[in-house]
Nanobody, 127 residues
């Protein structure tokens, strides 16, 4: 069974950092492009970033570019999201997701381009 398990969320002050992890089970992780989304209260789930099978390329939403970094360790079947210079507007539930079988660079931002999702981990940025 495909399973994605996020961890690393919590409460952090503005300007601080967090590193989220997504452990993957039940599929060949090294063959799958991956992504991160987030959903704030009262808002639609939005794209944060994506990463190719090997990690050779990454893709970010404008709102996080320069502050967040996506990486992966295929030996550990794990995807990471390093979040620096956090702002209150980054507060959301963060979700790990697996790309479907029809990947393309231009589709990384689309929710329907992903076929499996984790349960999410809460990130709260507040003083």
């Amino acid at each position: 069974e495909v399973q994605l398990v996020e961890s690393g969320g919590g409460l952090v002050q503005p300007g601080g950092s967090l590193r989220l992890s997504c452990a993957a089970f039940g599929f060949t992780f090294s063959s799958s492009a991956m992504g991160w989304f987030r959903q704030a209260p009262g808002k639609e789930r939005e794209f944060v970033g994506g990463i190719s099978w090997s990690g050779a390329f990454t893709y970010y939403a404008d709102s996080v570019k320069g502050r967040f970094t996506i990486s992966r360790d295929n030996d550990k079947n794990t995807q990471y999201l390093q979040m620096n210079s956090l702002k209150p507007e980054d507060t959301a539930v963060y979700y790990c997701a697996r790309r479907n079988g029809r990947p393309s660079y231009s589709s990384f931002h689309r929710r329907d381009a992903y076929d499996y999702w984790g349960q999410g981990t809460q990130v709260t940025v507040s003083s």
